[in-house]
Nanobody, 127 residues
């Protein structure tokens, strides 16, 4: 069982930066592949980025490539999402998710591939 808790959301101006954190419970965080998703008002939840269990492999949605960076600190049981050059369309509730990795390079990109979810943190980008 893994419990996830996001933090770091807030209100930021266009072009600004935020760093989201996702704290995970348990002692086996390093065996989980992790991901970030987001859901904007009136839209379906969408994939943002994924990170392999060891942290060597990442994948990001086209909409965030070059602006967002996913990373993890396995010693701190924490997943991060550094968001730069924020745009109004990045406004959403951001969720972290976890799944027990099948291998060291697994990068799940679909919601159904994840087992555990956090409650979400709101990010609002204003102009």
């Amino acid at each position: 069982q893994v419990q996830l808790a996001e933090s770091g959301g807030g209100l930021v101006q266009t072009g600004g930066s935020l760093k989201l954190s996702c704290a995970a419970s348990g002692r086996t965080f390093s065996t989980y592949a992790m991901g970030w998703f987001r859901q904007a008002p009136g839209k379906e939840r969408e994939f943002v980025a994924a990170l392999s269990s060891g942290g060597a492999h990442t994948y990001g949605a086209d909409s965030v490539k070059g602006r967002f960076t996913i990373s993890r600190d396995n010693a701190k049981n924490t997943l991060y999402l550094q968001m730069n050059s924020l745009k109004a369309e990045d406004t959403a509730v951001y969720y972290c998710a976890a799944v027990l990795a099948r291998n060291a390079w697994q990068l799940p990109r679909q919601e159904y591939q994840y087992t555990y979810w956090g409650q979400g943190t709101q990010v609002t980008v204003s102009s």
